[in-house]
């Protein structure tokens, strides 16, 4: 979402002063913890500031306590629903022979350990309890068997053809497919066919180690048991062909398959469909020699076999009528069936399995198709972002452009500096503010400090500062406060912690020029910009306020005035009522009022403040939680704009929608983004999935290098941003995913104070003010 | 059999830290000077004002390198690369005391540190390997042989030694004088870049950044071709400053302040993209045990490099042990202090141990029913230890007298050592070095 830096400078008693009786609402006050970390970092401290039972509602500090818990679970949540997706891709993958895949197939070898029976014999060998023994079909009978199915093209055109000859069949499935395709195999095997497992990926087993043996026959067998409800004995490995093949690599690997209870199935004619040579040359290959039984190898899976399914229309009539009976194998040797019905616990386990594929196959389906909608999202917003921002940089800085006829604005300006705990930055920004180079006069609201804030203001005596004092409200109370006490009808609020370059508070209020104009964002700027995280801050800031902002601007429905740096006209704040407390985002709220009332809502882009942006991911987090979940609200409580008439209606119906897609829904797709990386990193193309991650870096590259030369800034931050995509960008939407949980659940939120070090002293190329903490 | 391996540590040059008289003087001098947390934790006045985390960086190095010869895993050199780390805390060393003192009697204080154990190593080995039948005849001719036995006693290459020689049946294994060798490259790179250090700080404060790269440039020359050398002896130590020498440069530089001048997203934004590089580069080239970064140097140069580089943007700078690393600092005072010992004697112990250890398969009860437990090298693990506490009781003492200290059986800093050498001190300000 687009930054505003709306520091949240008071800490909100969350509608305690609103709803004093409902309990639920009211924020306990500081509690212990807080206070230790106050005192030990807190400039001056008053002595009447530090005992903190006085503190309205500080005796409530367990209630506190006990709501933690479950915040904890919230941010656990969207963890887990990442998770589980990416288990359900992980399976789709695995299904769809991505994982595990091993293609390499066993060159031939010495054949000298293999019995000289064995080689000479027939297709079905039988290896079980250790014996060796081998059979072929009876004479006239032939044996079809197909490979590597079920397709869910060609094998059911294999059946209808079977089916109007009547005749049986054997499958040898994958597991893969089977899984995948379980209907199909029930079809086989109500229609008389016979199954036979061919492993569960198709691996050359000569490669595999006994367990991986043994995993291959368990998965094709759970597939089975879950398609079909049936186990089956019968196995041909893959890559096999004749009995007179087997080496002394493949024949350890038959015989252990026979150990486990299997007969393997070995072929006797190859039919070398897969070469597609054309349906008369599949029918010449596989008529066996006058009268001969022949187990004839087929494939009903791996490409087109059109010329499969052609050739048994003719194949099967014209060798019946040679007198061929075409069964299955067990018919065809007069043996028990090779099915088993599976009953119990095995048929469930089967069962679950081939619903989780499905399961997970649907899903993918579903997050293919919102990666697609979140892909086109993010190229729009983009799109849209440079042309508006072109357009609205070109209109403003056009050499005539002015705001209004009552151009240039020189009257007089209230600011408003709301202040919680603010001991360490209060100094600096008030100092700036002095430095103005347009009259004004400075309100520093103290929303009941504990630290001295209002007494550090105070003994600066700096002429046209006052303080103003009140019970602990928080901030939307604070601001009210202020401006009830303004002298001016215009109206800057800023935050306790940001600094003002000497023309912000002038060039923030020349769009007020033209009377429509109600609220003016300026530019917030981070002005701890040194480390990783708050590099990523101010990329992130100079994008939302040079792309978004402008292109808000544009289409006229500016979602958020910073609370660090924003203008108002006092005529247009008393129509909406001033700031509420109805939400976490009164910056937010206030907006949209201001829209619905009819009011134009400006960008100054040459207006800069300096702000403080949080310094730990904890910090962060609860920042961003707080400003996601409140506009979140904000959205919801000017929902009714949506039906409206006139601006407001306007603004419900291009405003509302728009900001909800580029903040609230289209952010919920991008973990997405994340989730295919990591599965085209892992299943493959993996050259590709890499290019295409790099493509939309450049892309973002290029927008942010585009904001930033739009603000002037240097583009040397920007090294950062692709660490920015692998660990910032994540970290934004599983709290927009809390937020989400948060929202539907019915959950509230507390105001958590950012923790502050007075590190932002003076915008940069200024003397901080001594004591600041300047680097 | 190659005689490179990788890991290695350092000729701690600095690293007594109760070291009485200069290691304490200088170490108040670096709790003054340059160090920009200087004023974060007051001065506790009798704190030798080490940089611990350097410390703890050294020890894992150490025990990273101990642990990697006897395993062998190709991964090990990935997950901390010892050798860059151990580089780059000497180079950071070498500039503090360049920054102080005179080029000629640093070089010279190294040097001092440094031969001596090289010195008792090779007359314990040399003497091993003509008692096993070594001789002049082995290089063809003895003029070529006499000369490169110069090695052993100022290694501007690698040092000469027997390779097929036998071993001591039963108790020492056969390639016990190529195990030998097998850490002496380090000393040989460590010396040239000593040798080497006057320049490389002149230009590193001229031209920071071109000099920190230029080794990972010299390393790709060689990789791709560009650059090829005649010899193998050039072609070794090419080859290792290519792949050390910006660690050594990066320590430099950080003791400079070359590092803190950027703004502090940017290593941790670029370091990831290097070490990509390099480990994907190791990664297309064969990667497996038995061929790491050890015979990769241009990965092992750009992989070394990046981590190097942010665990030097880390530094946190202790003057004291966090809290829960405290009750280690015995161990990893020893292992500092003990460095080159260690260093130079594990891979002998791990033969020795090897052999000793397969004396267990004539026990018929172990063979039968667990012969995981011999094949496997984890129970060897704490008798390598074992032996090379052994070296360090028997062969440390002369790190001490090249430091020109009083020579110690066991330096772990414990308190009462200190208590005691603190009472020497005072009795005996002459400080008479003990003969017992």
């Known amino acids: ?775 | 059999m190659s005689t490179r391996s990788s890991d290695v540590p350092v000729p701690a040059a600095e690293s007594s830290p109760n070291g009485p008289v200069k290691e304490s003087a200088e170490g108040t001098e670096s709790g003054t000077g340059t160090e920009p947390e200087s004023g974060t934790e007051p001065e506790s006045g009798t704190g030798p004002g080490r940089d611990r985390y350097f410390d703890l960086l050294r020890a894992i190095a150490l025990f990273r390198v101990v642990f990697y010869h006897l395993m062998g895993w190709a991964w090990l050199p990935v997950v901390f690369p010892s050798m860059g780390v151990m580089f780059a805390l000497a180079g950071n060393l070498m500039a503090r005391s360049l920054g102080r003192r005179g080029a000629v009697e640093v070089v010279g204080g190294r040097l001092r540190r440094l031969l001596p154990p090289l010195w008792l190593l090779g007359a314990v080995g040399v003497t091993g390997m003509l008692l096993g039948g070594w001789g002049p005849d082995e290089e063809g001719h003895p003029g070529w042989w006499w000369l490169h036995l110069t090695y052993w006693i100022l290694p501007l290459s690698d040092p000469p030694y027997g390779e097929d020689l036998p071993g001591v049946q039963g108790l020492i294994g056969d390639d016990w004088a190529t195990a030998m060798a097998v850490p002496l490259w380090y000393i040989r790179a460590y010396l040239w870049f000593v040798l080497l250090s006057p320049l490389l700080l002149r230009a590193v404060r001229a031209a920071p950044w071109p000099t920190i790269l230029s080794p990972v440039a010299l390393s790709a020359a060689l990789e791709f071709g560009l650059l090829s050398v005649p010899g193998w002896r050039l072609e070794a130590a090419l080859s290792d400053v290519g792949a050390f020498g910006a660690c050594w440069l990066l320590g430099m530089a950080h003791r400079e302040g070359v590092l803190r001048r950027l703004p502090r997203y940017v290593v941790p934004s670029l370091a990831p993209v290097v070490a990509g590089v390099g480990l994907w580069y190791a990664l297309t080239h064969d990667f497996r045990e038995g061929h790491d970064l050890d015979d990769m140097p241009f990965a092992q140069s750009l992989w070394s490099f990046a981590a190097v580089l942010l665990l030097l943007h880390i530094s946190p700078s202790w003057r004291e042990w966090p809290p829960g690393l405290r009750r280690w600092d015995r161990l990893i005072t020893l292992l500092n202090s003990r460095a080159v010992t260690i260093y130079l004697w594990h891979t002998l112990c791990i033969v020795v141990t090897e052999s000793l250890w397969d004396h267990l398969w004539s026990v018929s009860a172990l063979e039968e029913n667990t012969p995981w437990l011999l094949e496997s090298p984890w129970p060897q693990l704490p008798f390598i230890w074992l032996l090379t506490a052994g070296c360090v009781v028997c062969f440390g003492w002369v790190e001490d007298l090249a430091a020109g200290r009083r020579p110690r059986l066991w330096p772990d800093g414990s308190a009462q050592g200190d208590a005691r050498a603190a009472r020497r001190t005072v009795l005996d300000p002459a400080g008479t070095p003990p003969r017992s």
């Not at chain 1, 998965?219 to 080496?247: E, K, M, V």
């Not at chain 1, 196959?361 to 293919?368: A, E, H, I, R």
């Not at chain 1, 001295?452 to 406060?481: C, F, H, M, W, Y």
């Not at chain 1, 290029?702 to 960008?729: H, I, K, N």
Request: hydrophobic letters at 40%; one cysteine or more.
């Open chain 1, 1 to 775: 979402m687009a930054p505003r830096t709306s520091r949240r400078t008071t800490r909100q008693s969350a509608g305690q002063s609103v709803h004093p009786s409902t309990g639920e609402r009211g924020e306990p006050r500081a509690n212990g913890r807080r206070s230790t970390r106050r005192r030990s970092r807190g400039r001056r401290i008053p002595a009447q500031a530090s005992g903190e039972g006085q503190a309205p509602g500080g005796g409530r500090a367990n209630v506190r306590r006990r709501l933690l818990p479950p915040l904890r679970l919230r941010r656990l949540l969207p963890l887990l629903v990442l998770v589980a997706m990416m288990a359900m891709l992980m399976l789709r993958g695995y299904v769809h022979s991505e994982v595990l895949a091993d293609y390499r197939v066993r060159p031939e070898a010495a054949a000298d350990r293999v019995p000289r029976t064995i080689l000479d014999g027939g297709p079905v060998v039988d290896t079980r309890g250790g014996q060796a023994t081998s059979m072929d079909v009876p004479d006239g009978r032939i044996v079809l068997t197909f490979d590597d199915g079920p397709d869910p093209r060609w094998t059911p055109k294999v059946l209808d053809v079977l089916k109007k000859h009547d005749a049986h069949a054997v499958f040898f499935i994958t597991g893969t497919m089977a899984s995948r395709y379980p209907d199909l195999v029930e079809r086989m095997v109500d229609e008389g066919h016979e199954i036979g497992l061919h492993t569960f990926n198709h691996p050359d087993l000569s490669y595999q180690s006994k367990k991986r043996i043994d995993w291959e026959l368990t998965q094709n067998q759970l597939a089975l048991a879950g398609a079909a409800g049936i186990r089956t004995s019968l196995f041909r490995p893959p890559y096999s062909s004749s009995a007179s093949a087997l080496d002394n690599n493949s024949w350890p690997v038959t015989q252990y398959v026979g150990s486990r209870g299997y007969l393997t199935v070995l072929t006797g004619v190859d039919s070398e469909d897969w070469r597609r040579p054309g349906a008369a040359e599949i029918i010449r290959n596989s008529t066996p020699d006058k009268g001969k039984g022949a187990i004839v190898l087929m494939h009903d899976s791996g490409g087109d076999r059109s010329q499969t399914v052609r050739a048994l229309d003719t194949y099967l009539p014209q060798l019946q009528r040679q007198g061929y009976a075409f069964e299955n194998l067990t018919e065809a040797l007069n043996a028990p069936s090779a099915h088993t019905e599976v009953t119990g616990l095995e048929l469930w386990k089967g069962r679950a399995w081939t619903a989780l594929v499905k399961a997970a196959d649907d899903l993918t389906g579903v997050l293919v198709v919102g990666l697609a909608v979140i892909g086109f999202l993010v190229f729009a917003r983009f799109g849209l972002m440079l042309l508006l921002s072109a357009l609205h940089t070109r209109r403003t800085r056009r050499r005539d452009f002015v705001w209004g006829p009552d151009a240039p604005v020189t009257e007089p300006v209230s600011v408003l500096v709301p202040a919680y705990n603010e001991a360490k930055c209060i100094e600096n920004t008030v100092r700036s503010l002095v430095k103005s180079d347009h009259p004004v006069e400075i309100l520093v609201i103290d929303d009941g400090s504990s630290d001295g804030t209002a007494r550090i203001v105070e003994d600066l005596s700096l002429p046209g500062v006052r303080v103003v004092r009140q019970l602990n409200a928080g901030k939307p109370a604070a601001l009210n406060r202020g401006i009830a006490n303004a002298r001016h009808d215009l109206i800057v609020m800023m935050d306790g912690d940001t600094v003002f370059e000497p023309s912000t508070v002038r060039e923030l209020v020349q769009p007020f020029a033209d009377p429509k104009v109600g609220a003016v964002a300026g530019n917030a700027k981070v002005g701890n910009k040194d480390t990783l995280i708050g590099a990523w801050q101010h990329i992130e800031y100079v994008m939302g306020f040079n792309l978004d902002r402008r292109m808000y601007d544009v289409l006229r429905c500016m979602p958020t005035i910073p609370g660090a740096v924003g203008a108002f006209r006092r005529t247009a704040l008393n129509r909406v009522g001033g700031m509420s407390d109805d939400t976490l985002a009164e910056d937010t709220d206030i907006t949209m009022a201001m829209h619905r009332d009819g009011w134009k809502v400006v960008y100054a882009e040459k207006a800069r403040a300096w702000t403080e942006a949080p310094e730990s991911v904890q910090q962060l987090w609860s920042q961003r939680y707080r400003w996601c979940y409140g506009t979140m609200q904000a959205i919801w409580k000017h929902r009714r704009a949506l039906i409206e008439r006139g601006p407001s209606g306007r603004f419900g119906r291009v405003g509302l929608p728009l900001v909800s897609l580029f903040m609230v829904v289209a952010p919920l797709l991008a973990p997405l983004i994340d989730l295919f990386l990591v599965y085209g990193l892992l299943f493959g193309p993996t050259g590709k999935t890499i290019a295409a991650w790099f493509g939309v870096l450049a892309v973002q590259a290029a927008c942010a290098a585009y904001a930033f030369v739009l603000d002037r800034e240097r583009l040397t931050p920007l090294v950062s941003l692709p660490l920015q995509q692998l660990l910032y960008r994540q970290l934004m939407y599983i709290v927009l995913l809390q937020s989400w949980i948060t929202a539907l659940t019915g959950g509230r939120l507390r105001w958590q104070k950012l923790r502050r070090k007075g590190q932002v002293a003076a915008p940069p190329g200024e003397v901080a003010v001594d004591g600041g903490g300047a680097r």
